[in-house]
């Protein structure tokens, strides 16, 4: 059965949508900005697959995302978070990924949160910031991450043409060879049920030829 509906409660509730609001402002737009910058998709396309991508993300992450909220619900400090100390981690890491997007700053809202968890540890709990988890299980993966990151893109990108998408073969074909900073790898099928993924003509002032009906 749910608990009453504090004011703590709407107060952790409110703090989340901002943090996921200016989360959304800071990463949303740069996927579309990259489909969109390298024109492979066309404003509308890239706008569609920056809101939908990000939202089947969220509802993926329910069932994928238990070992991750495990660790920062207790993997980073173990004692039992009072509303100051939520209150504490959520308006900080809100804040500064707000800060850090509306100034063009580069940011990261898993690092702000870690940050702010650490933070709010030595504030309400000291004792309690599990020190030893923050090299094993923090620092190592995020930065293994990022070569794994690298690693895939660039396997997707040496992809042969027989794995590529009938309908993007087609537009390659017949169309002059792109910039390389046009090269962004597009998931197998996805532009045949959505229709939104679109082809650059190379030249000054181009723009993007839409596969939009």
Do not use: Q
């Not at 980073?76 to 978070?81: C, E, G, L, M, R």
């Not at 100034?103 to 650490?118: F, K, Q």
């Amino acid at each position: 059965m749910a608990g009453p509906l504090t004011l703590g409660v709407i107060t952790s509730f409110i703090l989340t949508l901002a943090l996921a609001a200016a989360n959304g402002a800071n990463d949303v737009p740069k996927g579309a900005a990259t489909l969109a910058g390298a024109r492979v998709a066309n404003y509308r396309a890239a706008t569609a697959w920056g809101a939908l991508t990000p939202l089947a993300g969220g509802l993926l992450s329910l069932a994928l995302a238990a070992s991750l909220t495990k660790l920062f619900s207790k993997g980073i400090v173990t004692a039992y978070p009072s509303d100051a100390f939520a209150f504490a981690v959520l308006a900080g890491a809100g804040m500064w990924v707000a800060l850090a997007t509306a100034t063009r700053l580069p940011v990261s809202t898993t690092h702000a949160i870690i940050g702010a968890l650490v933070g709010a540890g030595l504030a309400f709990a000291p004792h309690a910031v599990a020190w030893s988890n923050l090299p094993t299980r923090i620092v190592i993966p995020l930065l293994a991450s990022v070569a794994e990151s690298y690693a895939i893109s660039v396997l997707l990108n040496r992809l042969p043409k027989a794995a590529m998408p009938e309908c993007i073969c087609a537009e390659i074909s017949s169309a002059k060879p792109l910039p390389s900073a046009a090269a962004v790898p597009i998931p197998a099928g996805a532009c045949t049920p959505a229709r939104w993924l679109t082809t650059a003509r190379p030249g000054p002032g181009s723009r993007p030829r839409s596969l939009w009906p």
